[in-house]
């Protein structure tokens, strides 16, 4: 707990953010402060006790004007932070100093000056570090001949070499110092560099990179991670993860984290939704790193958006199935009224049945070849929709008299289910569509609503106009759909075609055919369903007094 606190304390003031000098420098001023209040407030018990009150309350006043050191650091004034812990310094020593030498107590506490005189040029920049320097060295060098004045000492050949040697200390000291900070300066100018070329090549891969320490806190984000979340990299490096992830996201990643920090490299594949509300499919690996102990201080964090691999998977998906739907198409709704046909003609060869008995199955055999005719042209329609080899030539189309004529077609399936079908139309101008293309998707709406109705059930067709286009609603009081298979009508996707309440066959292309007409008239097509309830098939047409042409693309 008290480590823990004191780590809080010598980082205040610190922001990632900064350039590294400047963040080493603060550290180092955090550190000194710090070691300058456990100082003054020691030195402040010792001497109470040994009865020295003067020195005492000097000591404990000024470790809690320290205190500001750490109000400035916090508040991001760190050039008037280290400015002020200098100044304080050498007031502290110049008091300390003076009190020690009209007590007549022999502590050469003057001595202090010499690190002290190192600060500056830790801390600050330019001339003013210099300055500093060496009037900290004059103030020394004061108190010096304060002691002997005061003393009433004389100033032989002891005292000038005294003052040599604190000179050419000092002077070495300062040569010292500042090659060593040149050294220092390259030394982050080279980190700088590689800074640089780092983020340059993190930037440059197209993936998500992070580096988080083990305690949650970000030291390295390139750009495409904090474009993720919205953000700049100053706004991620340096806050914890808990901060700058999204709740659904942290508390999928939580258990990664943890068990990375065990040292094990944890993969993952899953589905995202970003603060922008936009979804991804992200594919990643947290990697432990771990220093020569075996502990682990870091993860690295490698995030790749597979989005395009996940959707391009989902499409050989439903292309697969697809193909298996159509074979069957193929195999079962095609196949078998051909083989009928072929059944028939053979026994007509073989003379099994008479001229007359074939006769009797001749309108039969117009019906099923009828049939059997609309799902080859079903089947070759949507073909040459999915190879984008049909046009929409669009024209003043009467959604009512469409509406009309298709249900004409289904007059005998209509009485003989005994559904009660309506129609109301309230529609007064035209819609600007393929009229063909209509024709195709009313005639599938129509059939599936009648196909799936049961025997006394309800189908309404209507038609309504707003500001901008033609509506037509279709609603049956049929076995209705789940929502799911809302969702694939809606998408296109083939169904597989399933028996009547009368026993009534299809082949499954014929919504999906529609839906690819109507989008490909500019219409707009909802689909509301229930499970029992039936279903409503909404279309908006745009209007005729629309003259813009269809874009086709």
Request: hydrophobic residues 45%; charged residues 20%.
């Amino acid at each position: 707990m008290a480590s823990s606190l004191i780590s809080r304390i010598l980082k205040i003031g610190l922001q990632t953010t900064v350039p590294i000098l400047q963040y080493r420098q603060i550290l180092i001023t955090n550190y000194l402060t710090f070691f300058c209040i456990c100082g003054a407030l020691f030195m402040g018990l010792v001497t109470i006790f040994f009865k020295l009150y003067a020195i005492a309350i000097t000591c404990l006043i000024g470790s809690l004007f320290f205190l500001l050191v750490f109000y400035l650091n916090h508040n991001r004034y760190y050039r008037a932070g280290g400015v002020y812990f200098i100044v304080l310094s050498n007031i502290m020593l110049l008091v300390l100093s003076t009190v020690s030498i009209f007590t007549q107590q022999d502590t050469n506490i003057e001595y202090i000056y010499f690190p002290l005189m190192a600060v500056p040029l830790l801390l600050l920049e330019g001339k003013i570090k210099n300055y500093s320097y060496w009037i900290t060295f004059l103030i020394l060098l004061g108190v010096k001949v304060a002691r002997v004045e005061y003393l009433g000492d004389e100033y032989g050949i002891g005292f000038l070499i005294i003052v040599l040697n604190l000179l050419f200390a000092a002077w070495l000291l300062f040569l010292f110092l500042n090659f060593f900070k040149r050294v220092l300066l390259r030394a982050v100018e080279k980190t700088n560099e590689h800074e640089k070329t780092l983020y340059s090549l993190l930037d440059n891969v197209p993936a998500y990179m992070a580096l988080v320490d083990r305690n949650g806190n970000y030291r390295i984000a390139n750009h495409h991670y904090s474009d993720l979340f919205g953000l700049e990299k100053d706004e991620i490096i340096g806050k914890k993860r808990t901060k700058i992830l999204p709740d659904n996201i942290l508390d999928t990643h939580q258990m990664n984290f943890e068990k990375a920090l065990q040292g094990e490299p944890v993969s993952f594949l899953e589905r995202d939704t970003l603060p922008s509300g936009e979804t991804i499919y992200s594919r990643g690996t947290y990697v432990p790193i771990k220093n020569s102990n075996g502990k682990v201080d870091a993860i690295s964090i490698y995030v790749a958006d597979v989005s395009e691999l996940v959707e391009a998977q989902e499409s050989l998906r439903r292309t697969s199935e697809t193909k298996d739907k159509l074979f069957s198409i193929i195999a079962h709704d095609i196949r078998s009224p051909l083989n009928l046909f072929q059944s028939l003609l053979n026994i007509s060869d073989d003379k099994a049945i008479s001229k007359d008995q074939f006769i009797s199955y001749q309108g039969e055999l117009k019906d099923r070849l009828a049939s059997l005719r609309e799902r080859l042209d079903e089947l070759l329609d949507w073909a040459r929709m999915q190879m984008g080899g049909i046009n929409a030539y669009p024209s003043e189309v009467d959604a009512n008299e469409v509406i009309k004529e298709n249900a004409n077609l289904y007059k005998t399936l209509i009485e003989g289910k005994g559904i009660n079908f309506k129609m109301k139309l309230f529609c007064e101008i035209d819609g600007w569509m393929d009229e063909n293309h209509l024709q195709v998707a009313i005639r599938n709406l129509l059939h599936n609503a009648l196909k799936y109705t049961d025997t006394g059930g309800e189908v309404l067709a209507e038609t309504s106009q707003d500001d901008d286009s033609v509506l037509i609603e279709i609603t049956d009081s049929g076995a209705g759909m789940s929502q799911e298979v809302v969702d694939s009508i809606l998408n296109k996707e083939i169904q597989k075609s399933s028996v009547g309440t009368s026993g009534e066959v299809g082949t499954g292309l014929g919504l999906s055919l529609s839906l690819g007409l109507l989008e490909k008239n500019g219409c707009i097509v909802a689909l509301e369903s229930e499970v029992g309830k039936g279903s409503t098939f909404r279309i908006w047409i745009p209007k005729s007094d629309i003259n813009d042409p269809v874009d086709l693309d």
